[in-house]
């Protein structure tokens, strides 16, 4: 199982373009396996969706590349929420499942009686 959240944002400021462009959204952010995350999709209020391309000039590549980089930079004010959100669901994720050790006692014991029993 692969932990991803759903990261909000509202008047996400970027400027790579020389102008402020106000974004608002959500970001699905994916476990990039080391504890950190990777920004796995974004999707623009309004509906539109951008998706991880390597390459490519477009507008929605160019877009998505500038949210990205300003989610990765915890210097950010939405990065440093993204990086506190993902670090509570990453520790919430990591920890033991209670239910879990709850039925393996409970399976232990019958199996238990059911060994005594014949």
Known sequence: ????????FDELQITDFNAGLLLYGKAYLKSAGDGDFIVQ????????WLHNVREGQTLQALIYRAIAATLYDEKTPY????AE?????????RQPDPDRAYDERRDARIH??????Q
Do not use: V
């Open 85 to 93: 959100a993902w670090g509570e669901a990453w520790n919430e994720y």
């Open 41 to 48: 999709s974004i999707e623009l209020d309004g509906g539109m």
């Open 112 to 117: 238990t009686f059911l060994e005594a029993a």
């Open 1 to 8: 199982m692969t932990l991803e959240i759903e990261f909000g």
């Open 79 to 82: 990065g440093a929420k993204a």
